[in-house]
């Protein structure tokens, strides 16, 4: 029974895993962005991050874009992108580079 209880809760444990990478798939295309008024920035050093489309239960939401502080002074923002790889759409999370 313990061997059991183990099994599962290292199986669950590598599908959560799984999930949370920096890339996952969906079948279709997204919409088009969306565009509007980014305004200014709320103090020195911020960079905006586009919004972007995602995927919740089943559907395509977008996320607002918003004013973001680099980590260090020579980090670069690499913005989240729908890429479509081996017939499938694959979403790229963005990340501060390094």
Same mark, same amino acid.
């Given at each position: 029974? +313990?061997? =059991?209880? =183990?099994?599962?809760? =290292?199986?669950? @444990?590598?599908? =959560?895993?799984?999930?949370? @990478? *920096?890339?996952?798939?969906?079948?279709?295309? /997204?919409? #088009?962005? $969306? %565009?509007?008024?980014?305004?200014?920035? #709320?103090? #020195?050093? %911020?960079?905006?991050?586009?919004g %972007?489309?995602? $995927?919740?239960?089943?559907?395509?939401?977008?996320?607002?874009?918003?004013?973001? $502080? /680099? /980590?260090?002074?020579?980090?670069?923002?690499?913005? #989240?992108?729908?890429?479509?790889?081996?017939?499938?759409w694959?979403?790229? +999370?963005?990340?501060? *580079?390094?």
């Amino acid at each position: 029974m +313990k061997t =059991l209880v =183990l099994m599962s809760t =290292l199986a669950v @444990g590598t599908i =959560l895993t799984g999930c949370a @990478g *920096r890339a996952y798939v969906a079948y279709g295309a /997204p919409p #088009p962005p $969306r %565009y509007g008024f980014v305004g200014t920035a #709320p103090g #020195p050093g %911020y960079v905006w991050a586009d919004g %972007y489309w995602d $995927r919740r239960g089943g559907q395509w939401a977008w996320v607002q874009g918003t004013w973001q $502080r /680099p /980590p260090h002074p020579h980090a670069v923002w690499v913005a #989240p992108a729908w890429r479509q790889e081996h017939g499938a759409w694959r979403f790229h +999370k963005g990340y501060w *580079r390094h």
